[in-house]
C-alpha cells in the first residue's frame, strides 16, 4: 500500500497537469473577455459568456487529454502492483484530468463573477448553469482520454482537437436545435428575458448521461462484466429524454422574464431595467427639455418606462414607452427622445398620402421638441416665424395646434396670426384645442 500510494503522488505530478492548469485558465480568461469590457452586468449574459468559453476550454482540454493518453500511458504499472481492475488506472487518470480541467473551470468562473459584482449587476445567477459548463468540460476529458486510450497514435490528440473544435464551431446559435447540446452556443440574452431553467436541466442530463455512458462503456470493455450493462441501458435511456426535450425546444433557449425596474423620480419618474441603471442622469437631463415642452397637451407625460424590444414604442397615459441599447451607445439618450417624440405620432394618419404636403412644418416642430437645429423647409416664412417666437409662444402654439400636428396635417395658416405681443395671448385652463377663427377642426377636409 505505502508503494502505491508513492505511486499515485508521483503520478499526480505529471506534466500534463501542470500544463494543463495554467494554459486552460488562461484560454478561458481569453473567451470571457467579451462579459468583461461590456458596458452592463446581468446574470444571464455572464453565463452565456461563460458558457461560450467552455467551447474553447473543452476542444483545448479534449486534446490535453488525448495527449496524456497516448505519450504517458499513467498507471499501467498498477496492474503489476496490485490485484486491482485493469480499468483503475484509467479512472483514475480522468480523475486527476478532470480535477485540473476543473480548478480553471472555478478560476474563469470566478473571474466572471467578480467582475459581475464589481458592477451594477442584475438578475439571478444560474448555479445549474455552472454545472452544465462544468459537465461538458468534463465531458471533452472524457472523450479526449479515452479517444487516446482506444487509439493509441500520435494523431489521435490532433483528430480529437479538430473533431470538438468542429463540434463547437459549425453549430450557431439559436439556429437549431442541435446548438442547445453541449458545449451549448447560447445566442445573445436580451434584456427582460432569461434562460429557461428547463434547458438548463436537460443539458446537465444530457452532459452526465454522455459522460457515464462513455465511462461504463469503457469499463464494460475492460473487465468484462455484464452487470454493468444495465446501468449503461439506463443512462442511454436518460441521454434520450433529454434529447428529446431539447429538440422540442427548438432552439429556443430563453423566455420572457419581468424585471422590477429602478427608476429615478425627480423631475420625472424616469423607470429601466436594472442592468442600465447607469443611465439614468443622462436620461433624465434628455427627457426633462421634451416633459415641459409638451405640458398642458394630449401628449404630456410624467413617466418614461424601458419596454422590452417586442413592446411598441407609445405615449400615452401620461406614460412613454422607450427602448434603450444594452450597450448603452453614444447617444443612447438622444435616441430614445426620439423614440418618444416619434411616439407622439398618429401612424395611420401620417401614412395618408396627402400627408408628405406637410411634412415640413412637422419636421420643423419635431426640431424643436428634442432640441435640435430647425431643417430648412419650402415655406421659409412658416420656418421663419416659428423659429423667432419664444419658448412661452412656441408652447402656447402647441397647445392649440397639437391634434394637426399629432394628425400630420399642419398647413402655412397654422403659423398665420401669431406674430402678436404674449401679453395678448389667451390663458388656457385645459389642455383642449380651440380652433381660430376660420380654422376648422376636421381634419380631413384639410
Not at 468562473?109 to 451594477?120: D, G, I, P, Y
Not at 470538438?164 to 453541449?182: D, E, F, I, K
Not at 429601466?272 to 437631463?285: D, I, K, Q, Y
Not at 397639437?402 to 403659423?415: I, K, M, S, T, W
Amino acid at each position: 500500500m505505502s508503494e502505491l500510494g508513492r505511486v499515485l503522488r508521483l503520478d499526480a505530478r505529471r506534466a500534463a497537469l501542470l500544463v494543463a492548469v495554467p494554459l486552460l485558465t488562461l484560454v478561458g480568461i481569453a473567451a470571457s473577455v467579451p462579459s468583461f469590457v461590456a458596458s452592463v452586468a446581468y446574470w444571464d449574459e455572464s453565463l452565456v459568456t461563460l458558457l461560450n468559453a467552455v467551447r474553447l476550454l473543452g476542444p483545448v482540454a479534449a486534446g490535453l487529454a488525448a495527449w496524456t493518453a497516448v505519450r504517458e500511458r499513467p498507471l499501467d504499472y498498477l496492474r503489476e502492483l496490485t490485484a486491482r481492475s485493469p480499468a483503475t488506472g484509467v479512472l483514475f487518470d480522468l480523475l486527476l484530468l478532470s480535477a485540473a480541467a476543473l480548478v480553471s473551470y472555478l478560476v474563469v468562473t470566478a473571474a466572471v463573477v467578480v467582475v459581475a459584482l464589481l458592477r451594477q449587476e442584475a438578475g439571478q445567477p444560474h448555479p445549474l448553469g455552472l454545472a452544465v459548463g462544468a459537465g461538458a468540460l468534463v465531458l471533452h476529458i472524457v472523450a479526449g482520454y479515452l479517444s487516446g486510450r482506444v487509439a493509441p497514435h500520435r494523431t489521435t490528440a490532433t483528430v480529437v482537437l479538430a473533431a470538438t473544435s468542429l463540434w463547437a464551431a459549425l453549430r450557431a446559435p439559436g439556429v437549431s436545435w442541435l446548438s442547445l447540446l453541449p458545449p451549448a452556443a447560447f445566442p445573445h440574452i436580451p434584456l427582460f428575458t432569461a434562460l429557461r431553467p428547463a434547458v438548463l436541466a436537460d443539458q446537465a442530463v444530457w452532459t452526465i448521461g454522455v459522460t457515464g455512458a462513455l465511462v461504463l462503456a469503457y469499463v464494460v470493455c475492460a473487465t468484462r462484466r455484464a452487470l454493468l450493462v444495465l446501468p449503461l441501458v439506463l443512462v442511454m435511456a436518460a441521454i434520450v429524454t433529454a434529447t428529446l426535450r431539447l429538440h422540442g425546444n427548438g432552439g429556443g433557449a430563453t423566455s420572457p422574464a419581468p424585471a422590477k425596474p429602478v427608476c429615478r423620480t425627480w423631475p420625472l419618474t424616469i423607470c429601466v431595467h436594472p442592468a442600465l441603471r447607469g443611465a439614468l442622469p443622462a436620461l433624465t437631463a434628455a427627457a426633462t427639455p421634451l416633459a415641459s415642452r409638451l405640458d398642458g397637451t394630449p401628449g404630456a407625460f410624467t413617466r418614461v418606462e424601458q419596454r422590452p424590444s417586442w413592446a411598441p414604442v407609445t405615449v400615452a397615459g401620461g406614460v412613454a414607452a422607450v427602448h434603450l441599447d444594452e450597450n448603452l451607445g453614444p447617444g443612447f439618450e438622444a435616441r430614445a427622445v426620439r423614440q418618444i417624440r416619434d411616439g407622439l405620432l398618429d401612424a395611420n394618419a401620417c401614412a395618408a398620402p396627402r400627408r408628405p404636403v406637410s411634412e415640413g412644418y412637422r419636421r420643423l416642430v419635431d426640431a424643436w421638441l428634442i432640441g435640435e437645429e430647425p431643417p430648412a423647409i419650402p415655406d421659409m416664412r412658416a420656418a421663419h416665424r416659428f423659429t423667432s417666437w419664444d419658448e412661452r409662444r412656441r408652447r402656447t402654439w402647441l397647445r392649440l395646434h397639437f391634434a394637426f400636428y399629432r394628425a400630420c396635417a399642419l398647413g402655412p395658416q397654422d403659423f398665420d396670426g401669431w406674430d402678436v405681443p404674449p401679453r395678448l395671448f389667451p390663458k388656457f385652463a385645459t389642455p383642449a384645442v380651440t380652433p381660430r377663427a376660420g380654422q376648422r377642426m376636421d381634419l380631413s377636409a384639410r
